[in-house]
């Protein structure tokens, strides 16, 4: 099995791999020395890494992807809002400001991930010092929903959107102060069913 050479995540995807099954290898997709028909399974964790498949294995069968239209959706925080909200999750979406704000409320990036690039915004001032000292051209304004857990599934599913595995993770957050510039949430994450696309199960 190829993983991404991304090192803090390796040790955790092992303790959910079956040592006596599987042999997990971490690897940059990239390196034209790595033969990736040699791997049963191929597991991309970045979006680089889904570039790299189409460039060297297009028409593989050891790997799941996403076609380009879906990740591109995917990868734009409006873009996938405004899905959410056109087909019947609009509830579940924290209101976007284009005018008006409530505060607190959240500058976030368009594309961006683990709370980097999103400051929780208290006051007007703090407003006017970020917009200063970052500029907004690819920031928006977004509801600010306070609370220590956020709930997160991961679906995986085949051709038809037969859903094959579905877990459901709890990740602890811990709010830091805007001016810190630093992530919003933790990485403190417990599952509450993992996949068991390799775990021990048979």
């Known amino acids: ?25 971490f690897h940059n997709f990239d390196d034209p020395a790595l033969a990736l028909n040699r791997f049963d399974i191929i597991v991309p964790l970045e979006l680089l890494d889904y570039e790299a498949l189409r460039r060297r294995h297009r ?8 076609d380009e239209k879906t990740i591109a959706l ?6 996938f809002n405004d899905f959410l909200m056109a087909n019947g999750f ?6 976007i400001y284009n005018g ?3 505060y607190p409320f959240v500058y976030k990036k368009r594309q961006g991930s ?13 407003k006017e010092a970020f917009e200063a000292q970052t500029g907004t051209s690819v920031y ?7 609370g220590r857990i956020e709930y997160v599934t991961h679906a995986f599913a085949v051709k038809g959107g037969r859903v094959i595995s579905s877990p459901m993770n ?22 509450r069913r993992r996949s068991w696309m390799f775990s021990r199960r048979s």
């Not at 028409?59 to 996403?66: E, W």
């Not at 609009?90 to 209101?95: A, H, L, N, S």
């Not at 830091?176 to 949430?185: C, F, G, L």
């Open 140 to 146: 928006f304004k977004q509801e600010y929903v306070g």
């Open 59 to 66: 028409g593989g069968t050891n790997y799941l992807m996403p």
């Open 74 to 79: 995917a990868h734009d925080k409006i873009r």
């Open 170 to 191: 709890t990740v602890s957050t811990m709010i830091i102060s805007s001016r810190a510039r630093k992530p919003i949430t933790s990485r403190t994450a417990k599952s």
């Open 90 to 95: 609009g509830r579940f979406v924290p209101q």
């Open 100 to 102: 008006e704000v409530a």
């Open 114 to 126: 683990w709370g980097l690039d999103a400051d929780i915004i208290h006051t007007p001032q703090e």
């Open 1 to 25: 099995m190829l993983f991404t050479a991304k090192g803090d995540w390796a040790q955790r995807i092992r303790e959910f791999i079956d040592p006596a099954r599987f042999q997990a290898v």
